[in-house]
């Protein structure tokens, strides 16, 4: 089973660029998460997807963040412009349904992640 | 506010020891709990996840959940050098909602 696939891996742009990540979660996964994590701590959630609704996007810096999942399969998380404070990486994660009956259905699965730097 | 607390450590044991590590979430609407393990430079992998009160065992993975003391850990027996990496506790609420992730627990296995 292929695992979540993320691009790019790294990233590197100066400051008031803008960025784009991509992720395909594991196939059938019904929710995708977006989570930040910068050195030294663990990953903050950022966006929560089920299908192509968003479920939670309550920490997402609104004001340059975006994101969507229009087919509720793969994703994009967009950052214009980057400020030097979002250099982390960013790590997209799929579980088979959050809603399920089961808590084995929140189980989370991680991709690669995208390393950014901004300069 | 919801909060998942982790000792940073780094914690280290000698190779073949029992690593124990901890965690303490502040809501009790907690549902499911879970350990991810992550090398440096790499992402996250689950390892274990536990939604009932006591023991569960996996291999040479044990974690303890107590839902009455809102403390969940993981052990590790026999550990070994590979087993060195940071272990983040993470915690989900009613619903499968905010997953919410400790800071990890960095572990040093000396061979």
């Known amino acids: 089973e292929a695992g979540v696939a993320q691009s790019p891996r790294y990233k590197i742009i100066e400051k008031r660029q803008s960025v784009a990540f991509w992720c395909n979660p594991i196939s059938g996964h019904a929710t995708l998460y977006w989570y930040q994590q910068i050195l030294g701590q663990g990953p903050k959630l950022l966006i929560q997807?089920?299908?192509?609704?968003?479920?939670?996007d309550s920490q997402l810096p609104k004001d340059r963040f975006s994101a969507e999942r229009l087919k509720g399969v793969d994703s994009t998380l967009k950052i214009q412009p980057a400020k030097l404070e979002d250099s982390a990486v960013y790590l997209c994660?799929?579980?088979?349904?959050?809603?399920?009956?089961?808590?084995?259905?929140?189980?989370?699965?991680f991709g690669p992640g995208t390393r950014l730097t901004v300069l | 506010q919801k909060e998942v607390e982790q000792n940073s450590g780094p914690l280290s044991v000698p190779e073949g020891a029992i690593a124990s590590l901890n965690c303490t979430y502040s809501?009790?609407?907690?549902?499911?709990f879970f350990w991810y393990r992550q090398y440096s430079g790499k992402s996250p992998e689950l390892i274990m996840s536990i939604y009932s009160n006591g023991d569960k065992e996996d291999g040479r993975f044990t974690a303890q959940l107590n839902k009455a003391s809102q403390y969940v850990s993981l052990l590790i027996r026999d550990s070994q050098p590979s087993d060195s990496a940071t272990y983040l506790c993470?915690?989900?609420?009613?619903?499968?909602?905010?997953?919410?992730f400790g800071a990890g627990t960095r572990l040093f296995v000396k061979a």
């Open positions: 994660a799929s579980s088979l349904d959050f809603r399920g009956g089961s808590p084995f259905y929140n189980e989370q699965f």
């Open positions: 993470a915690v989900s609420y009613t619903g499968g909602f905010k997953t919410i």
């Open positions: 809501d009790r609407g907690s549902q499911s």
């Open positions: 997807f089920q299908n192509n609704g968003v479920v939670d």
